[in-house]
């Protein structure tokens, strides 16, 4: 029998997808030949996975777990929202944060490597992601996440399956929660006008000066004008100056809801599913007129 080499394992999951421990399989089965263990591997997974990996993931869920002081926000992304139902990956999902929390990985790539087994598919996260991409036929990936582990009080609201907020605080549970709910419908993109990121404050500068300039006014009016346009984008973009989405009086900001309720809230994350991905998408007039095209030329 011939010996199966890492090196030709590794070829042939290059040509397959398929996970690692199925090539290996599949090529002792077939004596080394690749050819064979090819064609055993599109028998036993219908070539799916290899077909699935280069196509664009912009659906999915964020999950979370919590234990203790310790949780962790993560997303993973499929092709359709109809997969993003599915039990089987859904159970992924939510075995890839459980397995985030309790095992620390540095990123992504290291969570790949985590131990994991599901519907036969092992032994680590990365194998079974393969291995569900053959049997859903759909591309998946795990795009990110984010571990809290720094002693806070943590907590953590899904709208849906779509977006998922993680909120480390100290003091009442229940506003915390509410904090959390807050930011998921007013997306907020720091806790405070001192935390909003350099390059969105020069962004939104440059769009405010532009527009103060054609007003024709004194440069000092100007300079007034842009400042103060500043700071309302600021107070727009802060948890903290936001105005409070259940608040009684229309007014409340969330830093005085939090105030009164003597709740400290020391940093938070949010994640929409597909977020900065580029979808394809599908134009089926421009496929049937190249379709013709084609015909003609032919």
Do not use: W
């Not at 080499?5 to 397959?16: G, P, Q």
């Not at 054609?214 to 727009?236: C, N, R, T, W």
């Amino acid at each position: 029998m011939a010996a199966i080499t890492a090196s030709m394992v590794a070829e042939l999951r290059a040509k397959t997808d398929a996970p690692m421990m199925e090539c290996k399989k599949a090529l002792t089965e077939a004596d080394g030949n690749m050819e064979k263990a090819e064609e055993i591997l599109r028998v036993k997974l219908g070539n799916k996975a290899g077909k699935a990996a280069s196509r664009i993931t912009a659906e999915g869920v964020v999950a979370s777990f919590i234990e203790g002081n310790t949780g962790a926000l993560v997303e993973v992304n499929c092709e359709t929202d109809f997969v993003s139902k599915n039990d089987l990956f859904l159970a992924f999902c939510n075995a890839v944060a459980q397995l985030v929390v309790k095992n620390n990985p540095a990123d992504v790539a290291a969570v790949a490597e985590l131990p994991l087994s599901m519907e036969g598919f092992g032994p680590t996260v990365e194998e079974v992601r393969k291995g569900l991409i053959g049997k859903i036929g759909e591309n998946m990936t795990i795009r990110r996440f984010k571990r809290y582990s720094g002693g806070g009080q943590l907590a953590a609201y899904l709208h849906g399956v779509r977006i998922g907020v993680m909120v480390e605080f100290e003091g009442d549970a229940v506003a915390a929660k509410d904090s959390a709910m807050h930011i998921a419908a007013m997306k907020p993109v720091a806790l405070s006008g001192a935390d909003v990121p350099a390059d969105l404050i020069a962004k939104e500068r440059s769009v405010a000066e532009q527009k103060a300039a054609e007003s024709g006014k004194p440069a000092d009016i100007v300079a007034k004008m842009v400042e103060g346009s500043v700071q309302k984008y600021l107070k727009e973009v802060s948890l903290l100056d936001q105005v409070f989405v259940k608040a009684a009086d229309g007014k409340q900001t969330v830093g005085a809801y939090l105030k009164s309720t003597n709740t400290h809230v020391k940093g938070f994350t949010m994640f929409v599913v597909g977020e900065g991905i580029e979808k394809k998408v599908e134009d089926f007039a421009a496929e049937v007129a190249a379709a013709q095209a084609a015909a003609q030329g032919a």
